[in-house]
């Protein structure tokens, strides 16, 4: 026997930008939108005896998508040491619960991008299963990282080209969906390179993007400074995380050298993740929106320059928590970018830089469905994205906890 429901809302916003349904519905059968239109049309065309589910003055839109999540982390203060205090059983646990508070905030989909062990494929296979409820996982397993480099303790070192290619096929045999190498520093670990400088050269990360093709894996590279995002670009990754440009405080910002390399990001579709979340919030209130502001500016001239952006948070580092999704959203729209584009970042766009654009990120007959549900029209702004009043992962309804209960635990 069938699942099957159908779900009206005063606006559906479909996806791709402008694309509105106003006094809309769909119809979700098994998992996946089997109908989707005018609400009239959606309920004369399922059989009389379809349940309805009237969601009144609602918006239903597709499910989040969070590009670059951790969570084997836990957002405090030192999310590095609490991490290496954990065993793997009380870590998995925490992860679990992490992943739900995902879910409640809307996300359908995650990219997990550096975890210890593989445990974060282990998660997405029980939340596959139907024991635990989460988003979708993509997971990539220890991020591939030079001896004593960035992360290097979630246990992904690999120097030269046996060991790189030895990695990325541990990692792949582990279950990771995606390869994730650090092309720079960064500032999580202690006493490691410093976020403007290159861990690789491009014939290395030429070989981590080859050896992940041989097994049909993207290449996602955290790269903050300049000449890091240089060598991920040049060896061909699919996106890059952060792409700060970053450069060592004594050089001073080469905008010529900045401008050519965005546009050559643009000109290759190669997706950019700047990674906004709620930490950014916490920053402007210790330090003041000035410091914000050449950030922003350049995240504006990426957009203006046709770089392809995706939405992510890097939840689980410190004071990026996994509620913090919607705080996230507004900091693109505080860069200067219209909501609409960023509610396509944070769906369609990221979706098809994820290779999922088949599956998820529109509302569409055929596609699974993804879907969460707000009291407000989002475009207006996303504050009512915080407190999604319900969330569809693959059809199945999922009532988000209590804002406070969420953040409390």
Not at 26 to 35: I, K, Q
Not at 231 to 246: D, I, N
Not at 267 to 296: K, M, N, Q
Request: aromatic share 4%.
């Amino acid at each position: 026997m069938s699942d099957e429901r159908i779900l009206t809302a005063a606006l559906v916003l479909t996806g791709p930008a402008d694309e509105v349904i106003e006094d809309g519905a769909v119809r979700v059968r098994d998992g996946v939108f089997a109908d989707v239109g005018p609400r009239r049309e959606v309920v004369e065309r399922a059989a009389p005896d379809t349940p309805v589910l009237d969601l009144g003055g609602a918006t239903l839109l597709p499910g989040l998508i969070d590009c670059h999540v951790h969570l084997a982390f836990d957002a405090s203060e030192d999310p590095v040491a609490a991490l290496r205090a954990a065993d793997d059983r009380d870590l998995l646990l925490d992860m679990a619960g992490r992943a739900r508070r995902l879910l409640d905030a809307g996300v359908t989909t995650a990219r997990d991008l550096g975890d210890r062990g593989g445990l974060a494929a282990r998660l997405r296979d029980a939340i596959e299963a139907g024991t635990l409820p989460g988003p979708r996982l993509l997971t990539a397993g220890p991020p591939i990282t030079v001896t004593g480099g960035h992360c290097w303790f979630l246990g992904g070192a690999a120097d030269g080209a046996d060991r790189i290619r030895e990695r990325v096929r541990r990692n792949v045999a582990d279950g990771a969906d995606v390869i994730k190498v650090m092309s720079t520093g960064g500032s999580m670990t202690a006493g490691g390179p410093p976020a403007w400088q290159a861990q690789f050269s491009v014939e290395e990360v030429t070989l981590v993007v080859t050896e992940a093709a041989r097994f049909g894996r993207r290449v996602a590279a955290h790269a903050h400074g300049t000449a890091g995002i240089e060598v991920a670009l040049a060896a061909g990754v699919h996106t890059l995380e952060h792409c700060s440009f970053v450069t060592e405080p004594a050089l001073g910002e080469d905008h010529e050298r900045q401008d050519r390399l965005i546009r050559e990001i643009a000109e290759r579709g190669v997706a950019v993740c700047p990674t906004f979340s709620a930490t950014l919030t916490d920053v402007e209130r210790r330090l003041g929106p000035d410091v914000l502001r050449p950030w922003l500016n350049l995240v504006h001239r990426q957009y203006e320059a046709g770089v392809r952006l995706i939405a992510g948070t890097d939840a689980g580092i410190a004071q990026a928590p996994f509620e913090g999704y919607a705080q996230g959203l507004e900091w693109y729209v505080r860069a200067g970018l219209p909501p609409r584009a960023v509610l396509e970042m944070a769906t369609t766009n990221a979706a098809e830089a994820l290779g999922l654009a088949e599956r998820i990120g529109r509302i569409a007959i055929g596609l699974d469905a993804d879907a969460v549900v707000v009291d407000d029209d989002p475009r207006k702004g996303f504050g009512t994205l915080a407190d999604p009043r319900l969330v569809l992962r693959r059809g199945r309804p999922h009532v988000p906890a209590p804002r406070a209960s969420a953040e409390a635990a």
